[in-house]
């Protein structure tokens, strides 16, 4: 069973603050085996031109680098927003043990609703990552809502 620390959620949201200040959207992700950060991540996809590049895909490359294997059985991936299908898929695909995210996506869409424009799309595909994770093999544990006003705070428009 997953069991959520506040440490491993405010480097994530250190993260997702580093990606805002290099002008990316801010979102952030670290992986975490035992009590040790293995990988920190921001999203990319701006200054990289690569839509690919989300804060959790970028972390579960860094780690799997790290640990030498594609198989992540023992770690946990905290990310400042609920995943994406893409990254929910990565997380199933690298065997992870959990996830646990903050920000609903429910709460990116509604903001990207009110405060989208030309340079800041925050563009949403609305499928829970709890869908995905669920319908994994192997399943994959999810904790959310956690530090879920903090993770809402990133939000930015400009």
Known sequence: MVKPERKFMEAAIE???????RGDYAFGAIVVRGNE???????RSKIDKDVTQHAEVV???EASRKLGTRYLEQCILYTTHEPC???AGAAVWA????VVSGAKIEDISNYSLKNRNAE?????INIPAR????RGDPKVEIVE?????ECCSLFHSS
């Open 95 to 98: 065997n992870m043990q959990g």
């Open 145 to 149: 809502e956690f530090m879920r006003d």
């Open 59 to 61: 972390a579960i490359r």
């Open 131 to 134: 869908e995905i994770l669920s």
């Open 120 to 124: 800041w799309k925050w563009r949403v």
């Open 85 to 87: 299908p893409m990254c």
């Open 37 to 43: 950060i293995i990988a920190r991540a921001t999203n």
């Open 15 to 21: 993260e997702a603050k580093n990606a805002r200040q």
